[in-house]
């Protein structure tokens, strides 16, 4: 189990996105933190929903684009969901394992 519950490339969460999408009739999702797409950003695919995914780990964003190969319906953003000062000053105190905050300048559509 998750952290928070559930696992994101589960059956569990499969099911909780279909019962959303029908209820809610969604069509699309945006989504922050693609990691390499065989979590979330994977089952909203599957599931036929346009999404709009943004990753700032350039290798992650990378290794999603080929896991997610074939998934026309994803459009891949290199970049930060927020403006990178705000987004390092809310985060200071947070540690990273793989040593830090990852973006560029002028972000990326794959």
Known sequence: MAEYGIELNSNEFRDVVKKLVKEYNIVEV???????????????????????????????????VKNLEGFNNVCFIHGLSLNRERLISGLMSMSFPDGGIYDSDRPKVF
């Open 30 to 64: 945006i989504e922050t933190g693609t990691f390499i797409g065989t979590g979330s950003t994977k089952i909203f695919a599957s599931e036929g929903l346009n999404v709009f995914t943004i990753e700032c780990n350039p290798n992650h964003l990378s290794q999603a």
